[in-house]
């Protein structure tokens, strides 16, 4: 049982190139969430997914787009690459039945844009 | 909406000491309220967690933390630092009317000193 999966662990891109980050989760987990982690901001929601076929914007989304290829895996896709999304990527999964209400979170993916 | 302020973004105590971490949110329901742990270059791991009931929950490796809804706070305790307990914590709360969407705090790393 591995949890929540990322992949890469680190990235380098430079401003204008695009990449996808992956996530995976072997929990049966409805509810998915990517998270960015900057320094003194804690961290910062940018997309979710309450279900299975569905993704809503979160706190900072612009620059990002999410694909929920399945219940397992939830991606997040730069675009256009720029230095203000130099950062810490967390993927996270929660239940989402009632009663639940713990978020599970992975090791995390470090992007620099230069 | 719902925010999360944690006092001092940096914490030093002697191992021994008592840790004392504060967390005062502000959310327009009633909160469900969360401590995560993050040690260097991990992804975050619940400590706690405060849905219902009892005010005064224990969690994981010794810690403590108390809901105080007069005070909109929820701070996290420890009796005795130890060594291990180095690392930063987020406190987050979650409104059920929001999607259960967590909102953290900027994090507070613990130093503690030998």
Redesign the interface.
């Known amino acids: 049982n591995a949890g929540?999966t990322q992949t890469p662990k680190f990235q380098v891109l430079k401003t204008g190139q695009s990449m996808t980050l992956q996530c995976a989760q072997d929990m049966n987990h409805n509810?998915m969430?990517w998270y960015r982690q900057d320094p003194?901001?804690?961290?910062?929601?940018i997309y979710?997914s309450?279900s299975e076929g569905t993704t809503?914007k979160?706190e900072v989304p612009n620059g990002y787009n999410v694909s929920r290829l399945n219940k397992r895996e939830f991606s997040l896709r730069l675009e256009s690459a720029a230095p203000s999304q130099t950062s810490v990527y967390?993927c996270?999964s929660?239940e989402g039945g009632q009663g639940t209400?713990?978020?599970?979170?992975?090791?995390?993916t470090r992007l620099t844009v230069t | 909406a719902q925010s999360?302020t944690?006092l001092g973004?940096h914490v030093s105590v002697s191992e021994g000491a008592l840790v004392l971490l504060r967390c005062n949110y502000s959310s327009s329901v009633p909160p469900?309220l969360?401590w995560?742990v993050q040690y260097p270059?991990?992804?975050?791991?619940?400590l706690l967690?405060y849905?219902t009931g009892a005010t005064l929950v224990k969690g994981i490796n010794g810690f403590e933390a108390e809901f105080k809804k007069s005070e909109t706070s929820f701070h996290l305790t420890k009796p005795s630092a130890h060594m291990s307990d180095a690392a930063e914590y987020?406190c987050?709360v979650?409104d059920m009317n929001a999607?259960?969407?967590?909102t953290?705090?900027?994090?507070t790393r613990l130093m503690v000193k030998p």
């Open positions: 929540v509810s969430y003194g901001m804690g961290l910062r929601l979710y309450a809503d979160g967390f996270a929660k209400y713990e978020q599970y979170f992975g090791p995390g | 999360v944690q973004s469900y969360f995560y270059n991990q992804g975050l791991q619940l967690k849905t987020f987050a979650s999607g259960n969407m967590l953290f705090g900027g994090g």
